[in-house]
């Protein structure tokens, strides 16, 4: 079948299903949303939820809170083209009404600091999952840039509160050693909300098989970003991405996987990071290459190739936005939203 053929199927299943990347990243400046209106390329692109990060890394309290209420203010002056996600009926409901439901996650858990009732605040103003740590080791456990000490007491804690408010456990940018005791200790289902293959390509960033497995027997889900030094020789073509995709669904079925592009929208600012926080992005792991996205607009394209690889409509379905509508459903039970 001719690409153009498959294409068009592409575009009419990402319009008959929910479209939903699991990870973005707009700029972390709470005074400055000059850079939120991009989001619109997400909706053109035919995505009808996009996550957004809040906070990461060594970034404290007061950086997450403030970035969450300058999200959800810009959010809410804009009604008729956002919709806060915090239920997840809200996902459906933008979907029905051409909107784009914008949901909030936290990469690292240096963002509640010693405090556990942090974690049920940020789940009620919209944060939906939170990483365990973000690249370096912290309170909770270790990171995957680091020696990793495993799972902390704290971090048990840290598991069950999250559990406890519906908000979804994930363990991208965590050590191996804390992401496996951490999927023995859950009790629901575990993500790694962006996390690529580390049989596809060797990086501490990526994630070996038996970690997939131990995942998916969560219930759980990887999602595939879009980094080019994680998918390959900072290679952000589709079928590098595609490709990763298939090896989860080779290894635990298409139910266990879904899209999480990890998109920078400001490579400025992450070139300033990357400068500043040389502990958090040392050299000699790709950082400094300036590292390819694969943006919102291939979507269509990525899901073409799948076509083409032989994938029903049922399981891409599931791919693009059915796994994740499964998992937040189950965790939302927590908070008696049925």
Sequence with gaps: MEMTELESRARSLIGASLAWDNHACMPLRPLDAGFLPQLERHRRAGFDVVMLNVGFGEQDIEAHLRMVAALRHWIAERPDDYLLLQRTADAEAARRSGRLAVGLDIEGANAIGDQLSLIEMYRDLGVWWMAMAYNRNNRVGGGCQDEDPGLTDFGRAVVREMERVGMAVCVSHTGHRTAREVL?????????????????????????????????????????????????????????????????????????????????????ELDEYIEKMKHTF?????????????????????????????????????????????????????????
């Design 184 to 268: 023995g200790f859950a009790t629901k289902p575990v993500i790694f909300s962006h996390s690529n293959c580390a049989a596809l390509r060797e990086h501490p960033r990526n994630i070996p098989d038996e970690l997939i497995r131990a995942c998916a027997a969560t219930g759980g889900l990887v999602g595939i970003n879009g980094v080019g030094i994680f998918l390959g020789a900072n290679d952000s073509t589709s079928e590098t991405y595609a490709r990763h995709i298939d090896h989860v669904v080779q290894l635990v079925g298409p139910q266990h996987v879904n899209i999480a592009l990890d998109y920078v929208f400001d490579r400025q």
């Design 282 to 338: 040392p050299p000699g792991l790709g950082y400094e290459l300036g590292s390819r996205f694969v943006a919102p607009e291939q979507l269509t394209e990525i899901v073409a190739i799948l076509l083409g690889w032989g994938y029903d409509e049922a399981a891409l379905a599931a791919i693009l936005g059915g796994n994740l509508m499964r998992v937040m459903k189950d965790l939302e039970k927590a908070r008696g939203h049925v």
